[in-house]
């Protein structure tokens, strides 16, 4: 079934205006809609599970802002969290009440982590980490996985080389060769070479850093066995393994993917979902293990505005809803139900494609393959099909991030109303993508 495509008139005008200002007319270079159809939409003002955009354009939003607002747009609570916490200043530069509170509500509910540091990004927690793990192990390199994403720094912005084992290619220009070879990118779920790159660079490593689930790539669920794989081979050489949580944590739980698969990671780092909507980023280990950060230890990590009281604020009225029980519980179910819809529906078409989903996280993928598990098993050219349906979803009111890459989120704040909506939406799309 056709349907005209929305009107986006006021956002190519404002994109217009926006690349006199910007690179690329954005300021996070997704955004620019490079992947889909047309203009990006510039958005007015979201609600709940809704988004508007500048041309009254009205969207169910499964972006989500990128994986933050799992209570949906809005949210009561953390807005009047943060509208009482106005009047009182935006900035110290100095400890604060809050900051405790925060702190108080994650450690006191995750068992993965004893001390904790804000700061004001996933990048900057990833960072932070990164360093930590060198600071403690007093070894320079790091293994990373191909198809995992953890921020910008410039560590990780490195690709694969060729062959199993290799340092790391830098994936973004003004990265330094010196600080890719520190760098050991090799395939996701793959125990051969992480043994091998063990065996090369004897004593040499680290840490070994992993997406909780990776999920900025497609969604690459691993298997359970090589998670826990990770944890031992990283044991027994004496490399620590640090969990990047910024999208699972407090979204696969409370306690992320490390409670998930019941293991424990040295480092854990958080973003997104943890400031409720505001610029927070996190990481934590062990007391002993964080004792090795400034001003207790030698590894040097600040911020003018980490632990921002704003922040803060919003960030202990979403956490506080999270922590209720039954919560997660719920989302999954709603996820997994919204997920079963769509398969039936595949399988009575015979369509191809697959809906991969964990948590209240789901992707679709342009394949015919049973699993996906590492980057490589991605075929680039199904993105087309993606760009089809991302703008049949558009046109039918459904916000899906504008990258086949990405995956998809569903809130607390979506109504079985919106779910409904969303299913039909995603029929029609889906037909039209796959013919
Ligand atoms: C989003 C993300 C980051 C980077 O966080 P920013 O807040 O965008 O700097 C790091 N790691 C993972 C796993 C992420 O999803």
């Excluded at 007319?25 to 609600?47: C, H, M, Q, W």
């Excluded at 393994?241 to 944590?249: K, N, P, R």
């Excluded at 480092?267 to 950060?293: D, Q, R």
Aim: glycine residues 10%; hydrophobic residues 40%.
């Amino acid at each position: 079934m056709q349907v005209q495509d929305i009107s986006r008139e006021r956002s190519a005008q404002l994109f217009d205006k926006a690349k006199s200002y910007f690179p690329g007319g954005v300021n996070s270079p997704v955004r620019a809609f490079k992947s889909v159809y047309g203009t990006p939409l510039f958005i007015e003002r979201g609600d709940k599970a809704h988004l508007w955009d500048a041309d009254g354009n009205e969207f169910i939003d499964y972006c989500c802002s990128w994986g933050p607002l799992i209570l949906g747009h809005n949210n009561p609570q953390i807005r009047e969290a943060v509208q009482a916490q106005l009047g009182k200043g935006l900035s110290f530069g100095a400890p604060t009440r809050l900051e405790n509170e925060l702190a108080e509500l994650i450690l006191s509910n995750n068992s993965y982590i004893e001390k904790i540091r804000f700061v004001s990004s996933g990048t900057e927690a990833v960072m932070s980490a990164i360093r930590l793990a060198r600071g403690y192990t007093k070894r320079d390199k790091i293994i990373k996985f191909e198809g995992c994403y953890h921020g910008h720094s410039d560590s990780l912005l490195v690709k694969a080389g060729s062959g199993l084992v290799t340092f790391g290619e830098t994936s973004s220009a003004g990265v330094p060769q010196a600080f890719a070879d520190e760098t050991i990118v090799i395939a996701l779920n793959d125990k051969a070479a992480v043994q091998q790159a063990f065996a090369d660079f004897s004593g040499q490593i680290a840490a070994i850093i992993i997406e909780g689930v990776p999920a900025n790539n497609g969604l690459l669920i691993q298997d359970r066995e090589y998670i826990h794989f990770l944890r031992e081979i990283t044991q027994q050489q004496g490399a620590l393994l640090i969990f990047d949580e910024v999208i699972t944590g407090f979204r696969l739980g409370f306690e992320g993917a490390a409670h998930y698969y019941g293991i424990r990671p040295d480092i854990l780092t958080y973003g997104k979902i943890i400031g409720g909507g505001m610029p927070v980023g996190a990481y934590g280990a062990s007391t002993e293990i964080m004792s090795h950060i400034s001003p207790d230890g030698g590894v040097y990590q600040a911020g003018t505005l980490s632990g921002n009281p704003i922040a803060m604020a919003a960030g202990i009225a979403a956490l506080s809803i999270l922590s209720q029980p039954g919560f997660y519980e719920t989302l999954a179910e709603t996820t997994a139900s919204f997920v079963q819809h769509i398969r039936t529906f595949i399988a009575e078409q015979g369509l191809e494609v697959k809906v991969f989903t964990i948590g209240s996280i789901f992707w679709f993928a342009f394949t015919t393959s049973e699993n996906i598990q590492r980057a490589d098993q991605i075929d680039p050219a199904s993105m087309e099909k993606y760009k089809i349906m991302h703008r049949e979803l558009l046109n039918r009111g459904i916000y899906f991030g504008p990258s086949g890459y990405e995956v998809g989120f569903i809130s607390a704040a979506h109504t079985s109303e919106d779910i409904d909506a969303t299913l039909k939406a995603i029929k029609e799309s889906l037909l039209i993508a796959c013919s």
